[in-house]
């Protein structure tokens, strides 16, 4: 059990008190003593004791030292241990703030501003040092195919792909139904309810089968390529790989980017055609409109360029969020704190540049006639 160093009061030859320390002056037993110095409000002192003291430390001499200076006392009893810390640290003094100085709204602003574009300038220096080794590692694997792990690959296929078929599933024929349903409610207003078909097919395969599908594969793969990542790098792992001759960027980048990449054109697809099941579903059960019926007029309505818009937007979209999540994941430096940081910057860098790249595709398709 520890024994806390305390004091008893005597009354001191002049008039003042006299403390009598016992206990040991250490930083893990001080804390009782410290405080009740603290709250001291029982007149003069006129000599600290030391002598039933036990074992001392700096923080201990200087505990002591410090309350005998604010009541100018004497200090007594001392061994040669305590006297020699007391020496040692009556000395010392600190006239720093206690807090740093805050810089006036001039000069913090333009600095912030500065920092944060050096960071982006660095940034953008390491993102194109990253593109560049994965070029160099899809040239390698090509020259050399034997190379190129299918092991990795399939299970990355199976993780992003065949494992996020519920979850995007469900998430799609929901969006179908409420794409169908509310889409019908303000139809319903100009007599065009048979319109809803129109709606739910080219919203569906054009554009949010595939963003929405972009989008969870960001926070579900996404975040955990750069968790997986960033803890093999905090563990060193890939540094051991680097040191017995396995690259990193063609064990663990490359598979995951393929995965992803393949995968996105499978899902988004998917996701388009469960998007239309959903919407054919509440069409029949609330508009009169049957199940067969709605989707018989979804390939009379849907042009045959909408699929290809959609097909060619989810690779795209796939890099975008694999080479995110495995950057930041590369990234990752220091402590456990940076993974959580990574993992969600590359959830939101992810998201944020598939939303851009997809309104530059809306615009782009325009021009070219596939409006």
């Not at 036990?54 to 004497?74: C, L, N, Q, S």
């Not at 501003?113 to 390698?140: D, E, K, M, P, Y």
């Not at 078929?165 to 998430?171: E, F, N, Q, S, V």
């Not at 963003?211 to 790098?233: C, D, E, N, P, W």
């Amino acid at each position: 059990m520890r024994e806390w160093a305390d004091f008893s009061v005597d009354e001191g030859d002049g008039g003042g008190a006299k403390l009598t320390l016992t206990g040991a002056l250490l930083i893990s037993s001080i804390a009782v003593l410290d405080r009740r110095f603290r709250e001291w409000s029982g007149g003069e002192v006129a000599e600290i004791d030391l002598s039933q003291a036990g074992a001392i430390d700096t923080v201990g001499a200087w505990t002591v030292w410090r309350f005998a200076r604010d009541h100018d006392a004497k200090i007594t009893g001392c061994t040669n241990e305590a006297t020699r810390l007391i020496d040692a640290i009556k000395d010392f003094g600190g006239e720093a703030d206690i807090s740093p100085r805050r810089p006036p709204i001039l000069e913090r602003v333009p600095q912030g501003v500065g920092n944060l574009v050096v960071s982006w300038g660095l940034g953008v220096i390491r993102l194109v040092g990253f593109l560049g080794a994965i070029i160099a590692s899809f040239g390698t694997l090509i020259a050399h195919p034997r190379r190129l792990r299918w092991t990795a690959i399939t299970r990355q296929f199976e993780l992003v792909g065949v494992s996020a078929l519920g979850i995007i599933g469900l998430m799609s024929f929901l969006i179908g139904i409420v794409i169908a349903q509310q889409g019908a409610v303000q139809l319903r207003q100009f007599g065009a309810e048979i319109y809803t078909v129109n709606l739910t097919g080219r919203l569906a395969i054009r554009e949010l089968g595939v963003l929405m599908t972009a989008i969870m594969v960001a926070g579900r793969s996404g975040s955990a390529f750069a968790a997986q990542i960033g803890t093999m790098k905090l563990t060193e792992e890939i540094d051991a790989m680097r040191t017995i001759g396995v690259s990193p960027m063609e064990a663990l980048i490359i598979p995951r980017l393929m995965a992803v990449v393949f995968m996105m054109i499978l899902l988004g697809f998917y996701s388009s055609m469960v998007a239309i099941v959903g919407g054919a579903v509440i069409s029949d059960l609330t508009l009169g409109i049957p199940f067969m019926t709605f989707l018989s007029r979804i390939q009379e309505v849907v042009p045959t360029h909408d699929i290809w818009v959609s097909l060619v937007k989810a690779p795209v979209f796939g890099l975008i969020v694999g080479v995110a999540g495995c950057y930041q994941g590369m990234q990752v430096e220091g402590n456990s704190e940076e993974v959580g940081l990574r993992t969600t910057w590359a959830v939101v860098q992810g998201i944020f540049m598939v939303i851009v790249l997809d309104a530059f595709f809306a615009v782009f398709f325009t021009e070219v006639g596939w409006g």
